[in-house]
């Protein structure tokens, strides 16, 4: 059964840190790409990160970038999202998702995570 | 960033009735290789989202096909011809000709 399973959200205080998991299951996980999207409550999705396939090139969105790191680790078919410096803005359920490719580069993210809550409040 | 409007962002349908959904983006989406990297996702209540069309009209896989996808360049929508009980959710347009992939606001579809 090909799923993701994401861990490590929980309650943390602003300016504090906390790693992301997400654990894949059912497929060859070195074969794609992943990426991580967020939600607030009420609110709509919200891209936030990326890596590769070949786990080479990542990407952050502006709202992110130098304070979350995305990462690999294929011996474990785990991806990882390391959040640094949280602020109140950054409390969300946070996902996984596999980038699909269907035709040359055009992608979309074909399997989700059930999600975890980061909530930043002090 | 490419920005994605939906419209409307609430629709209350009595079932077996269609429904219809707009999304504009302020780019167009046709690649050079011929492809429109437009995609439609639905969010169940409590629950992930999940993939219903890529490139505009495709259904992915266990769609049913109630539901169909047109457009092209910055206008799309989707159409449910009949909506059932377990349509309701919400609808989401999704972008990823350009970095970083954008959605839109979402519309919320519940019954009448």
């Known amino acids: 059964q090909v799923q993701l399973v994401e861990s490590g959200g929980g309650v943390i205080q602003p300016g504090r840190s906390l790693r992301l998991s997400c654990t894949a299951s059912?497929?060859?996980?070195?074969?794609?790409?992943f990426h991580w999207v967020r939600q607030a409550a009420g609110k709509g999705l919200e891209w936030v990160a990326a890596?590769?396939?070949?786990?080479?090139?990542?990407y952050n969105s502006d709202s992110v970038k130098g304070r979350f790191t995305i990462s690999r680790d294929i011996s474990k078919n785990t991806l990882y999202l390391q959040v640094d410096s949280l602020r109140t803005e950054d409390t969300a359920v946070y996902y996984c998702?596999?980038?699909?490719?269907?035709?040359?580069?055009?992608?979309?993210?074909?399997?989700w995570g059930q999600g975890t809550m980061v909530t930043v409040s002090s | 960033d490419i920005v994605m409007t939906q419209t409307p962002l609430s629709l209350s349908v009595t079932p077996g009735q269609p429904a219809s959904i707009s999304c504009k983006s302020t780019q167009s989406l046709l690649h050079s290789d011929g492809r429109t990297y437009f995609y439609w996702y639905l969010q169940k209540p409590g629950q992930s989202p999940q993939l219903l069309m890529y490139e505009v009209s495709n259904r992915f896989s266990g769609v049913p096909d109630r539901f169909s996808g047109s457009g092209s360049g910055t206008d799309f929508t989707l159409q449910i011809s009949r909506l059932e009980a377990e349509d309701v959710g919400v609808y989401y347009c999704m972008q990823t000709i350009e970095f970083p992939p954008t959605f839109g606001q979402g519309t919320k579809v519940e019954i009448k």
């Open positions: 059912g497929f060859t996980f070195s074969s794609f790409a």
């Open positions: 998702a596999r980038a699909q490719y269907f035709y040359g580069s055009a992608y979309a993210f074909d399997v």
């Open positions: 890596i590769s396939y070949h786990g080479t090139k990542e």
